[in-house]
């Protein structure tokens, strides 16, 4: 067996149905716990994320950033490239219910994140260089004691050396195929490796100067980055959707009736099973939206807002924003366009099948362009987030000293790192972000207590 199947063989171990159950279990546990705010709540919580970043955003302090930058850097990390290939891979490996049980974990996913933000904030401190810091890494140690400094230590562990996977040379990769699809447009015979040495250069420059400002520079920058990403591609979606809206009603139906009875759909032979349906669309939502990784609350604890809950009130909007909206965009332009049964089941797809999806409206080039734009702008987004998270994890384990190196470290990896063998390098940063979750998990029970007291006193409050 090769070391690629072994890794496979781990990967399929650490996102099997174990793993998938905890997710969605410790997302209905506080769900119930904190009375179903993603949805008792729904006015409220919109109102206060989406419409206080709607009329303005807010002044932040030395060392951390305004609520909305803080949702901008977390968004920026969620929001990447799986909201484009990954949806693309789950329904043409488990059809079109994929997509139903994507939002099943989004739904509980939402408060997942609430939880984690809200904890992230409470427990947060200050760093020799006055920067706000926080995170799992955090509420384990100072939530739960310093007996278990040991669990928070193995999350950072994890977490510094997962961002060099799926947060720099995958995404790395990602942004060089979507630009040499463009470029081949205007200069057909170009080099592919001479596209990604230049693009590694430009975006390892980019993210050294979002690192030399600090967390101040880096939320300014994704504040700019992410709406804009976000409105182009649900713009170019809808406009995919209104000239195929005739495609709409037999498209919903396929997403529910294929996720209880995928053969319906798809048909027998392809071995598409409810379990494949629903582990693929599970998997990939909680992959997408980070929901119980962890990963996100990091960027939120920078935040200038001293509330736990408010700040925790982003987290629910990051995962709609994510999952409900952005991934399901991309689903309805990859079954509206290519239509449920014009697309091939069984095997893995990427962006292309996007694509394809996207010209059933707009002319071939013009898609072409629109989504590898989109991707480009969502891995980038993703590059300059995850070049926090890693810092931010290594600071934990190794202190203030590693800051610099790592970052070096972390530049560096984003030019030579697009050579490696990226079937590797996925993987293994999926393992990674799996063993995440682990720590992260544990914490969240025992701290399940600290959520709901204080969720139920701010709404007593509110009232």
Known sequence: ????????????????????????????????????????????????????????????????????????????????????????????????????????????????????????????????????????????????????????????????????????????????????????????????????????????????????????????????IVPFMAVLYVVAGLIVLIFNIGNLPSVLAAIVKGAFNPSAVVGGALGITVKTAMTKGIGRGLFSNEAGLGSAPIAHAATSNEDPVEQGLYGIFEVFADTIVVCTFTALIILCGNTVDGITYGQSADFNLTIQGMASTLPLGIATVVVGLCLILFALSTVLSWSLYGTRCAEFVFGEKSIRIYQIIFCVFIVAGGYMGLDAAWTLASILNGLMAVPNLIALWPLSGMIFKMTKDYFAKVK
């Open 1 to 224: 067996m090769s070391f690629i199947e072994i890794l496979g063989k781990i990967d399929d171990f650490v996102w099997g149905l174990p793993i998938i159950i905890l997710l969605v279990g410790t997302g209905i546990y506080l769900t119930v716990g904190v009375g179903f705010i993603q949805f008792s709540r729904l006015g409220f919580w919109m109102k206060n994320t989406l419409g206080k970043a709607l009329k303005g955003k807010g002044e932040a302090g030395k060392g951390e950033v305004t609520p909305f930058q803080a949702l901008c850097t977390a968004l920026a990390a969620t929001i990447g490239t799986g909201n484009i290939s990954g949806v693309a891979g789950a329904i043409a490996v488990g059809g079109p219910g994929a997509v139903f049980w994507m939002w099943i974990s989004a739904i509980f996913g939402m408060v997942t994140k609430y939880s984690e933000v809200l904890l992230s904030v409470k427990y947060r401190e200050r760093n020799k260089l006055g920067d706000w810091v926080g995170g799992p890494m955090y509420y384990i140690k100072n939530g739960l004691g310093e007996k278990w400094k040991w669990l928070a230590s193995i999350f950072a562990l994890f977490g510094a050396f997962a961002a060099f996977g799926i947060g720099n040379c995958t995404q790395v990769d990602a942004m060089t195929g979507a630009a040499s699809n463009i470029l081949q447009l205007f200069i057909p015979n170009i080099n592919y490796n001479v596209t990604k040495f230049v693009l590694g250069v430009i975006v390892a420059v980019i993210v050294g100067y979002a690192l030399l400002g600090g967390i101040k520079r880096l939320g300014q920058m994704l504040e700019k």
